[in-house]
């Protein structure tokens, strides 16, 4: 079955890294949508970064310059490269995938399969 499964998060201080991975088994991965997607408390989750089949892009604008969405198809993994940490980027962040191609690609209902998420903490 469809596993995602994410690594990476942890509590850092404001303006530094961190590079989240997110693992995929049980679906062909080069031909699926993928995103980050993060939730803070409180909050709805938050579309950051996608990207498709052909490995084309897409940011939202709070994360633009910052935040860096690649894929390894030959190690069926996700990367979320994370840098410049601010504090309101706490929050869990989980990866999605879609069979298919997406209209927008940061709209949650785009995607029917999640991981767990993993935590992100920035301390001022």
């Known amino acids: 079955q469809v596993q995602l499964v994410e690594s990476g998060g942890g509590s850092v201080q404001a303006g530094g890294s961190l590079r989240l991975s997110c693992a995929a088994s049980g679906f062909t991965f080069s031909t699926y949508s993928l995103a980050w997607f993060r939730q803070a408390a409180g909050k709805e989750r938050e579309g950051v970064a996608a990207?498709?089949?052909?490995?084309?892009?897409t940011y939202a604008d709070s994360v633009k310059g910052r935040f860096t969405i690649s894929k390894d198809n030959a190690k069926e993994t996700l990367y979320l490269q994370i840098n410049s940490l601010k504090p309101e980027d706490t929050a869990m962040y989980f990866c999605?995938?879609?069979?298919?191609?997406?209209?927008?690609?940061?709209?949650?209902?785009?995607?029917?399969?999640w991981g767990q998420g993993t935590q992100v903490t920035v301390s001022s």
């Open positions: 990207i498709n089949e052909l490995g084309e892009t």
């Open positions: 999605s995938a879609y069979p298919g191609d997406v209209v927008n690609g940061l709209e949650a209902w785009e995607y029917n399969y």
